[in-house]
């Protein structure tokens, strides 16, 4: 390889021992690359680059004068062709996620740093270079062509061009996300380029992003869709996302390039918002993406009736049962926190002027809408609805008293505990929901409810087996359980030793 297609490579860091370190780790030329210059900082490495014009700058987060996160800020803001990689120690986390926000490409760990892994990185890196002159520009002016076609920019495509750049394909699918998803865009946008280069290698596509932020692949598609997904999977492996919670649709196959723009259209319009939906999937297809039904069957009237008469118990109950209906039926996040902004907002208003409520309860509304407003999930949504409902439930229940609260129920419990009580007779019996009340106990006690009603029980059958000539069946039944073998197993449980034996004191 000539010295006219290396590469070219300037190392900064304020210690000479890591960039002699650098320098001597691997054969720069022989792998295709050349170090032009070395820097102790970053206002030297900019005259450097000023200079010599690299490809690919490595560097230091930690140094005098100017740092690596601000180097990389301005690389990422005057020279958008540098590909910058940081340098870091297992304690500089958060400045490695700032410095993706920057543009940074890629990160190695010092502590960790061998040739393989700074080969492996650089090979990565060099591969979002466009140096080639083989055709690749003009794979790049298509796939720039495309961009502008989706984005509105220009109303007609060279489909011609399009079809040779995706060939031998018969049939095509759109692989597609949004950077508005993630908290990083600039840093998503730079390593879902990594994973576009990866898909290159292997399966004809042509990259797109838009002026609304999509981004993703146009496919050439040749043999079977479901290995084409399992395919684009495997790929992610390869990548150490700095949002982990990466997330794609890919659409249904289609034949006519022609009608590209109107295929991509609609399956952008059935993306929205699916991401909601998907906790953890990284690719959804076409056919499982959620139809929404945002149908309001919510009795406003009847809701504001039970706030005005202080109803407010019935008033959660009916919340409650909407919620679930409309979880249930899939209505759109946009929807949902609308109706949980409108109704929780009116049920706090009349609370707060009806009630007599602490401070608390004005930072709980607060804490309502704060999470509201930073629900990714459905998961996350429903969590919320419950906690809150819950928690609203122990409020009007107890006016803010919760330990006095609890010391009925554990007086309950504790006289009735041979009745075959349950968490849903006690919830019932202190209307609460069942959910809350289970939550409620584990917090307070460190157990659920069953486990601390079992503890009851083997203790009351404890004293009977040291002070009465009771059978055990009998010891069984009197205590509340309704199998003996069970209570016996239980018993073990707890105790360490069977009833039997412990009746004998061999303990």
Request: charged share 20%; aromatic share 12%.
């Amino acid at each position: 390889m000539s010295s006219t297609q290396l590469i070219k490579v300037i190392i900064v860091d304020d210690e000479l021992a890591i960039r002699a370190g650098l320098r001597n780790l691997i054969h720069w030329e022989q792998e295709g690359f050349v170090v032009v210059g070395e820097a102790p900082n970053g206002k030297e490495a900019l005259k450097l680059i000023s200079e010599f014009s690299p490809s690919i700058v490595i560097t230091d987060l930690v140094m005098p004068v100017l740092d690596g996160l601000e180097l990389s800020s301005i690389i990422g803001a005057n020279y958008p062709d540098i590909r910058s990689i940081v340098l870091s120690s297992f304690d500089d986390f958060e400045m490695v996620k700032s410095s993706f926000q920057n543009g940074v490409t890629d990160y190695i760990l010092k502590p960790t740093l061998t040739p393989e892994s700074l080969l492996k990185t650089l090979r990565k890196v060099a591969s979002l270079l466009d140096l080639k002159e083989d055709g690749s520009g003009a794979h790049a002016n298509v796939a720039r062509d495309l961009s502008n076609y989706l984005s509105g920019y220009s109303t007609e495509l060279d489909v011609k061009e399009l079809a040779e750049s995706l060939a031998p394909a018969t049939q095509y699918v759109y692989l597609y996300t949004n950077l508005s998803y993630y908290k990083s865009p600039q840093a998503m946008d730079t390593q879902f380029k990594q994973y576009n280069t990866l898909i290159a290698e292997q399966v004809s596509c042509l990259p797109f992003i838009t002026s609304q932020n999509d981004v993703g692949l146009l496919i050439g598609m040749q043999g079977d869709f479901d290995m084409l997904l399992e395919f684009l999977k495997s790929k992610f492996g390869s990548i150490d996302f700095i949002d982990p919670d990466v997330f794609f649709t890919l659409s249904k196959p289609f034949a006519d390039l022609n009608l590209l723009k109107d295929y991509y259209t609609e399956f952008k319009r059935m993306s929205e918002n699916q991401r909601f939906f998907f906790k953890g999937s990284k690719i959804v297809k076409y056919e499982n993406l959620i139809q929404f039904e945002n149908d309001d069957k919510f009795d406003t009237n009847q809701y504001l009736l039970k706030l005005i008469n202080r109803d407010f118990a019935d008033g959660l109950s009916q919340i409650d049962s909407y919620f679930n209906e409309l979880l249930m039926n899939a209505a759109s996040p946009r929807y949902l926190n609308e109706q949980a902004s409108s109704i929780f907002y009116t049920l706090f208003t009349m609370m707060e002027n009806k009630g007599s409520f602490d401070e608390n309860f004005g930072a709980l509304r607060m804490n309502f809408i704060t999470k509201l407003n930073s629900c990714n999930y459905i998961d996350d949504f429903a969590s919320l609805i419950l906690d809150m409902i819950a928690k609203l439930e122990l409020l009007i229940n107890t006016g803010g008293k919760e330990d006095e609260l609890l010391q009925q129920i554990l007086s309950y419990i504790n006289k009735n505990y041979n009745q075959g009580i349950t968490l849903t007779s006690i919830s019932k019996q202190f209307h609460f929901s069942s959910n809350y009340l289970s939550s409620f106990f584990s917090s307070k006690y460190n157990v659920t409810f069953s486990d601390y009603l079992n503890q009851i029980r083997i203790g009351k059958a404890k004293e009977l087996l040291q002070n009465t000539e009771m059978n055990l069946s009998e010891i069984c039944y009197e205590v509340g359980y309704n199998d003996p073998a069970y209570f016996s197993k239980m018993f073990k449980k707890l105790t360490g030793l069977s009833p039997s034996k412990f009746r004998r004191g061999e303990y």
